[in-house]
Each structure stands twice: as structure tokens, then as C-alpha cells.
């Protein structure tokens, strides 16, 4: 079992989750943090953290969030990962308020 970032995480990217996770699972991207699921020993802290409520569980998704568990792994193979703080992007605080963002998140190519 994993934690998953999912959509209220897009254009956002807090940070908060980042700095809590004792075992280095995230990946940064431009405009979302990824969970590598190799690595995370599933302690939710992350997902108390979080300020917008973006991560869960994976056994918690919705049917229409199922889909992130297969992208946080994809993606945890193309960003970095994490090995400093993360900052929020600048309009995070206007993004936190939005729904149906998932068309903003910019996905590089698949390895």
C-alpha cells in the first residue's frame, strides 16, 4: 500500500508533504509532487500534512482518482526526487480553491 498525490495537489505543490515523509518518497515536478510507491512505507503522514486534502491512501481513492496511483509511479521515474525543501508555486493559495485541474498538469513524456 501507498500513499497518492492527486489533483488538489496540481498548480499548488505546498511543500508541507515533502518535509514530513521520514522515508524520501517524493518526486518534484513543475507543478505537482509525486509518491515513488517503491518507497513509501504507507504512514500517512503526508496526508495529515497536506493543506489541500491532495493525498490518500491509494486503497481510499475514488474510482475517478484511481488513475494517479498509475501516474505517481510513472512520474516518480521522470522528477527528481526531493532532496530539498519544496517552496509553493506562487498563485498556489488562488490554485487551492479551484477544482478540475487535472488538464493543467503539463506530464512529460513516459519513459
Given at each position: 500500500?501507498?500513499?497518492?498525490?492527486?489533483?488538489p495537489?496540481?498548480?499548488?505543490?505546498f511543500?508541507?508533504c515533502?518535509?514530513?515523509?521520514?522515508?524520501g518518497?517524493?518526486?518534484?515536478g513543475?507543478?505537482?509532487?509525486?509518491?515513488?510507491?517503491?518507497?513509501?512505507?504507507n504512514c500517512t503522514?503526508?496526508v495529515?500534512?497536506?493543506?489541500?486534502?491532495?493525498?490518500?491512501?491509494?486503497?481510499?481513492?475514488?474510482?475517478?482518482q484511481?488513475?494517479?496511483?498509475e501516474?505517481?509511479?510513472?512520474?516518480?521515474?521522470?522528477?527528481?526526487?526531493a532532496?530539498e525543501?519544496?517552496t509553493?508555486?506562487p498563485d498556489?493559495?488562488a490554485?487551492a480553491?479551484?477544482?478540475?485541474?487535472k488538464?493543467w498538469l503539463?506530464?512529460?513524456?513516459?519513459?
Amino acid at each position: 500500500m501507498t500513499c497518492v498525490v492527486t489533483e488538489p495537489c496540481i498548480k499548488c505543490r505546498f511543500g508541507d508533504c515533502v518535509f514530513a515523509c521520514p522515508v524520501g518518497a517524493f518526486h518534484v515536478g513543475p507543478e505537482f509532487v509525486v509518491i515513488n510507491p517503491a518507497v513509501c512505507v504507507n504512514c500517512t503522514t503526508c496526508v495529515i500534512v497536506c493543506p489541500v486534502g491532495a493525498i490518500v491512501p491509494d486503497y481510499e481513492l475514488r474510482p475517478d482518482q484511481r488513475w494517479f496511483a498509475e501516474e505517481n509511479a510513472r512520474l516518480a521515474g521522470v522528477y527528481p526526487q526531493a532532496d530539498e525543501p519544496v517552496t509553493p508555486l506562487p498563485d498556489a493559495e488562488a490554485w487551492a480553491l479551484r477544482t478540475d485541474k487535472k488538464a493543467w498538469l503539463a506530464t512529460p513524456p513516459g519513459k
